[in-house]
């Protein structure tokens, strides 16, 4: 369908929406954010990972674009330098830190500019696959309880536990805790937020950044953390392989991650090509 009022911002989230299901961004996406950047369109990336993480990722593939990180709760433009933070109120950050460790569960803790394991034999992702380039930016690494006592007295942003699910007894046990949201990126993880915060509430500062109207934004998704943005953006998106509750709440579905489902909706809804 022609959009009759033009997209000044694409927001996409990346795990099953930019990325394909083997990991990789296709050359299709790549092209169509590059012919959406030549149009004059901000492209930027809405994630759960944290800035420096999808800064490096993202140069990888020769993208270079404002990032909205840590599910809205650091946003940065396509420098990393700072627009905006969020973080869990102090006590709250400490109390969710106390339930996770009474439930002898795997997780990390968020700071701005690091990131805490709950022990030394867990690490991220990140930390495996570019920790040089990360580390190169200023962020840093901790590991264990001791450090991650010491981490819970600076901004936490984030905690992201590795198994979980809604409903479960750890989940009722942090859906207790007041000043934090619970959402999910993924079928079997529970993300901790500060309440209030999502990417639709990060969408929406750097949609007022660049200042630029809720109703001229398209953001892509496919999971549970994206249908905030996806409900807010006046073109919103779920990927085809994304969730029936993401699907739910966006004005369109596109083709699946593994179709170049982004660069469709790119070139169909952005550009007006096809």
């Known amino acids: 369908m022609k959009n009759h009022l033009p997209i000044r911002l694409i927001a996409s989230d990346v795990d099953g929406t930019l990325l394909s299901s083997q990991g990789i961004i296709t050359k299709e996406n790549i092209d ?5 950047q030549e149009k004059g369109i901000v492209f930027a990336i809405a994630s759960g990972r944290f800035p420096e993480n999808v800064y490096v990722r993202m140069h990888q593939y020769g993208i270079h674009c404002p990032i909205i990180g840590v599910n809205g709760c650091h946003i ?3 420098n990393l330098r700072t627009i905006h933070t969020s973080s ?5 950050a400490r109390e969710v830190m106390d339930v996770l460790f009474d439930a002898k569960a795997d997780f990390f803790m968020f700071n701005k500019h690091s990131l805490c394991t709950s022990h030394a034999g867990l690490p991220h992702h990140s930390e495996l696959s570019s920790p040089d380039e990360i580390k190169a930016l200023g962020f840093r690494y901790f590991h264990g309880k001791e450090e991650m006592l010491s981490s819970v007295n600076m901004p936490v942003q984030k905690y992201y536990i590795c198994e979980g699910t809604q409903g479960d007894p750890l989940w009722k046990r942090l ?11 993924g079928d079997h993880n529970i993300e901790v937020i500060p309440a209030g915060v999502d990417k639709a509430t990060g969408v929406a500062a750097l949609a007022e950044h660049y200042h630029i109207p809720l109703s001229q934004v398209m ?5 549970e953390n994206d249908i905030p943005m996806l409900a807010a953006a006046g073109w919103g998106v779920a990927m085809g392989n994304g969730t ?5 709440a966006a004005r369109y579905t596109a083709k699946t991650n593994d179709e170049n489902g982004l660069a469709h909706a790119i070139r169909c809804l952005a550009l007006g090509e096809e």
Request: glycine content about 6%; hydrophobic content about 45%; aromatic content about 0%.
């Open 32 to 36: 169509a954010i590059h012919a959406a």
């Open 76 to 78: 940065t433009d396509e």
């Open 88 to 92: 869990i109120a102090p006590q709250a």
């Open 175 to 185: 859906e207790q805790i007041s000043g934090i949201a619970l959402t999910q990126s």
């Open 219 to 223: 953001t892509l998704g496919d999971h």
């Open 244 to 248: 029936a509750h993401a699907k739910a």
